[in-house]
């Protein structure tokens, strides 16, 4: 039911069982594998990102992944023009703020509140940002010059969606028409590479009796015999990290255990 084209979960929505607090990794600690079964979590890591350096084709971004650096260390060193193993946790946090903030159209505004610093200083880092990867920039300009041209946007395998309001008056319908517009091929395309791995994968899992459990944004959950779980987690990552070649490398982020908890 998600425009962007993910799959979503309801009664029960098992795509929203927390992580971060105790309650939650309690009550993650219930879904347990079936005898003599444990269950493999395998999360494509920073792919979002990683589509948009991708797409935007923009060489400093593409470098960082492709030498498996910590982007958002990475993007900090870079747009404040310092050493990497300067980077204090806070310049990494804004780092990363921006980095996902730049994909949902993030404004200086809503930076400095939820970093706690003065809106000149967020208006700035977003300045720099742009300055060290112009190639983002350029990506959002086309995509919103090709949407105001045929009225839809398109992941990179071809799946459409049409923007209604791009050309607004109303400046807050033309702005959240101008996010949806350059999100959606990012976004997008994420959804598809993980369902298309998903459709890849499920025969193969099969010849081990492991199954596909859940799929939750850009992570999926496997079940699978003790035995053979070092042969299926080998398989899911390379399904995984090989399902759409692109210029930047997808990693995948893997870990097993009896329950969902200890598998993540």
């Known amino acids: 039911?998600?425009?962007?084209?993910?799959?979503?979960?309801?009664?029960?929505?098992?795509?929203?069982?927390?992580?971060?607090?105790e309650l939650g990794r309690q009550i993650r600690r219930g879904f347990v594998a079936a005898r003599d079964h444990v269950l493999i979590c395998a999360d494509y890591n920073q792919i979002e990102l990683r589509l948009m350096a991708h797409m935007a084709q923009d060489p400093a971004l593409m470098a960082a992944f492709s030498e498996n650096a910590?982007?958002?260390?990475?993007?900090?060193?870079?747009?404040?023009?310092?050493?990497?193993?300067?980077?204090?946790?806070?310049?990494r946090r804004m780092a990363k703020t921006v980095n996902f903030g730049v994909m949902y159209g993030m404004g200086a505004y809503r930076l400095s509140g939820e970093?706690?610093?003065?809106?000149?200083?967020?208006?700035?880092?977003?300045?720099?940002y742009f300055?060290?990867?112009?190639?983002?920039?350029?990506?959002?300009?086309?995509?919103?010059?090709?949407?105001?041209?045929?009225?839809?946007?398109e992941t990179l395998?071809?799946?459409?969606?049409?923007?209604?309001?791009?050309?607004?008056?109303?400046?807050?319908?033309r702005e959240a028409a101008e996010r949806m517009a350059y999100n959606m091929p990012i976004q997008g395309t994420a959804a598809d590479v993980i369902k298309l791995a998903m459709v890849r994968?499920?025969?193969?899992?099969?010849?081990?009796?492991?199954q596909l459990l859940l799929q939750v944004h850009d992570e999926l959950v496997v079940e699978c015999p003790r035995e053979h779980v070092h042969e299926v987690m080998a398989l899911v990552q390379s399904?995984?990290?090989?399902?759409?070649?692109?210029?930047?490398?997808l990693k995948v982020d893997?870990?097993?255990?009896?329950?969902?908890?200890e598998s993540k």
């Open 157 to 173: 395998l071809g799946r459409r969606r049409h923007i209604s309001g791009i050309d607004a008056t109303q400046v807050v319908v």
């Open 70 to 91: 910590d982007i958002h260390r990475r993007v900090a060193a870079q747009v404040l023009g310092i050493d990497e193993a300067q980077i204090s946790p806070d310049q």
């Open 1 to 21: 039911i998600t425009a962007t084209g993910r799959l979503s979960s309801s009664d029960p929505n098992l795509q929203n069982i927390p992580m971060r607090t």
């Open 115 to 128: 970093l706690g610093i003065s809106y000149e200083q967020a208006e700035g880092f977003i300045d720099r």
């Open 239 to 249: 399904e995984m990290e090989n399902t759409l070649p692109l210029d930047v490398p």
């Open 201 to 210: 994968l499920d025969p193969k899992l099969k010849t081990y009796g492991a």
């Open 131 to 153: 300055g060290v990867y112009p190639q983002i920039r350029a990506y959002i300009d086309t995509t919103l010059k090709f949407c105001r041209k045929h009225g839809y946007v």
């Open 254 to 261: 893997l870990g097993f255990g009896d329950s969902w908890f």
